[in-house]
């Protein structure tokens, strides 16, 4: 009877650990010494070549640190790769959430990947802010624990349109569309920009991230006669595509989204096939002698010198800007509820990206992009400051 009351009494013993290592795990994302924070993106697989956006927040943490933390807190960034693959995102992210204790995630790249853990940062109170991505089911209706820096793809899609018909003057219009969220909700996009016209497109195509013969939508583009394709695609798409479209003697003007901005990336890439492209800008190109542009591209070189400095790899250090400001707005009393009060009182922000303001019925904090072109050798060529959508339904909710 005393060994059986001895056993009873240590797995009580044993299962009041367990409860207090498990709490100790699942405490908040930061303590008296450190802020732990998170992004996942395609470290591998068919969008690789956006993997870089994720480390770019080392670069912040090694300038947070250098000058002391914030208020008193030193900033730690965890990468996880999740190969573009949203049931990878699960894994990564259920990881970084109940083993390292992460406070905030930045960046994420990939809307399917983002759209398979939304509601689960939700349920486990966890901010996220700036994903690497903006599609309108991130922030319609107002996630509590979701703030949005980039423009919606369906906004910056109108405002590209609408250059291409005004300043272009071109009127057969085709589109290019990855076969998901972002790809779709930039098909949105034109489709509400033409329709404002009276116009349609030509030709939607759309197409799967990992496909690789694209002879017969490049066709099919060729054969409607489209003067203008707009791009809603990764990386490695886009190439194949200006490629094989060379290869048949068809060479449309090309535009794509902001995700393809990168343009020393697809320069290289593409065999110097980007040039002439034009794309929407989130951000100030990485030449920028912006002030604050010229502080994160020394301190890329001083902390991270083999990570080529770029348009993808600046972008992960403009996404945590504005979780940065909250958090030393703050103060030493930092909780979530605290930060996200914070972060609702932001209005005008802006750091290397636009202006950004959010509310606690507003969390998207932009719809206004710029257009660059490709000049030769990569250089960034402007057309067009930062313009809005006024044809954006959101803000007529």
Same mark, same amino acid.
Not at 92 to 106: M, N, P, R, S, T
Not at 328 to 354: H, M, P, R, Y
């Given at each position: 009877?005393?060994?059986?009351?001895?056993?009873?009494?240590?797995?009580?013993?044993?299962?009041?650990?367990?409860?207090?290592?498990?709490?100790?795990?699942?405490?908040?994302?930061?303590?008296?010494?450190?802020?732990?924070?998170?992004?996942?993106?395609?470290?591998?697989?068919?969008?690789?070549?956006?993997?870089?956006?994720?480390?770019?927040?080392?670069?912040?943490?090694?300038?947070?640190?250098?000058?002391?933390?914030?208020?008193?807190?030193?900033?730690?960034?965890?990468?996880?790769?999740?190969?573009?693959?949203?049931?990878?995102?699960?894994?990564?992210?259920?990881?970084?959430?109940?083993?390292?204790?992460?406070?905030?995630?930045?960046?994420?790249?990939?809307?399917?990947?983002?759209?398979?853990?939304?509601?689960?940062?939700?349920?486990?109170?966890?901010?996220?802010?700036?994903?690497?991505?903006?599609?309108?089911?991130?922030?319609?209706?107002?996630?509590?624990?979701?703030?949005?820096?980039?423009?919606?793809?369906?906004?910056?899609?109108?405002?590209?349109?609408?250059?291409?018909?005004?300043?272009?003057?071109?009127?057969?219009?085709?589109?290019?569309?990855?076969?998901?969220?972002?790809?779709?909700?930039?098909?949105?996009?034109?489709?509400?920009?033409?329709?404002?016209?009276?116009?349609?497109?030509?030709?939607?195509?759309?197409?799967?991230?990992?496909?690789?013969?694209?002879?017969?939508?490049?066709?099919?583009?060729?054969?409607?006669?489209?003067?203008?394709?707009?791009?809603?695609?990764?990386?490695?798409?886009?190439?194949?595509?200006?490629?094989?479209?060379?290869?048949?003697?068809?060479?449309?003007?090309?535009?794509?989204?902001?995700?393809?901005?990168?343009?020393?990336?697809?320069?290289?890439?593409?065999?110097?096939?980007?040039? %002439?492209? #034009? @794309?929407?800008?989130? =951000?100030?190109?990485?030449?920028? *002698?912006?002030?604050?542009?010229? &502080?994160?591209?020394?301190?890329?070189?001083?902390?991270?010198?083999?990570?080529?400095?770029?348009?993808?790899?600046?972008?992960?250090?403009?996404?945590?800007?504005?979780?940065?400001?909250?958090?030393?707005?703050?103060?030493?009393?930092?909780?979530?509820?605290?930060?996200?009060?914070?972060?609702?009182?932001?209005?005008?922000?802006?750091?290397?990206? %636009?202006? #950004? @303001?959010?509310?606690? =019925?507003?969390?998207?904090?932009? *719809?206004?992009?710029?257009?660059? &072109?490709?000049?030769?050798?990569?250089?960034?060529?402007?057309?067009?400051?930062?313009?809005?959508?006024?044809?954006?339904?959101?803000?007529?909710?």
């Amino acid at each position: 009877m005393k060994k059986q009351s001895l056993s009873v009494l240590s797995f009580i013993i044993a299962m009041s650990f367990f409860i207090l290592t498990t709490s100790v795990n699942a405490a908040p994302g930061f303590d008296d010494k450190e802020i732990r924070i998170a992004a996942w993106g395609p470290q591998t697989g068919p969008a690789a070549a956006w993997g870089n956006v994720a480390r770019g927040p080392n670069v912040m943490a090694a300038i947070i640190n250098e000058e002391g933390g914030i208020n008193g807190r030193k900033l730690k960034h965890f990468v996880r790769d999740d190969q573009y693959n949203p049931a990878q995102t699960k894994v990564v992210v259920k990881e970084l959430v109940e083993q390292q204790g992460i406070f905030a995630f930045v960046c994420g790249t990939s809307a399917a990947g983002g759209m398979a853990v939304k509601d689960y940062l939700k349920e486990n109170k966890v901010i996220w802010v700036g994903p690497a991505t903006s599609v309108n089911e991130y922030v319609f209706p107002v996630n509590p624990y979701l703030f949005t820096i980039m423009p919606l793809y369906e906004d910056e899609a109108s405002i590209l349109t609408k250059y291409v018909v005004e300043k272009l003057k071109m009127k057969k219009i085709a589109v290019f569309y990855q076969n998901d969220a972002y790809g779709k909700n930039g098909l949105e996009g034109v489709r509400q920009r033409l329709k404002h016209y009276k116009m349609t497109a030509v030709a939607e195509i759309p197409v799967e991230p990992t496909e690789q013969d694209l002879g017969s939508q490049m066709q099919k583009f060729k054969s409607a006669g489209a003067e203008a394709v707009l791009m809603w695609v990764a990386p490695k798409t886009a190439v194949i595509a200006l490629k094989t479209s060379k290869a048949m003697g068809y060479s449309p003007q090309w535009l794509s989204s902001d995700t393809l901005s990168d343009y020393d990336l697809m320069f290289k890439i593409s065999g110097g096939l980007w040039e %002439g492209v #034009i @794309t929407g800008a989130f =951000t100030l190109p990485p030449d920028s *002698d912006n002030p604050t542009m010229v &502080k994160y591209r020394e301190a890329a070189k001083k902390y991270t010198p083999a990570e080529r400095w770029g348009v993808f790899y600046h972008a992960g250090i403009m996404f945590t800007e504005p979780l940065i400001y909250a958090l030393k707005k703050v103060g030493k009393n930092l909780s979530t509820e605290a930060c996200l009060k914070e972060l609702n009182k932001i209005k005008d922000f802006q750091g290397t990206g %636009g202006k #950004i @303001t959010w509310t606690p =019925t507003r969390h998207q904090g932009t *719809d206004s992009i710029m257009i660059m &072109k490709c000049g030769p050798n990569a250089t960034y060529v402007p057309l067009q400051g930062w313009t809005a959508n006024e044809l954006a339904t959101w803000k007529k909710k």
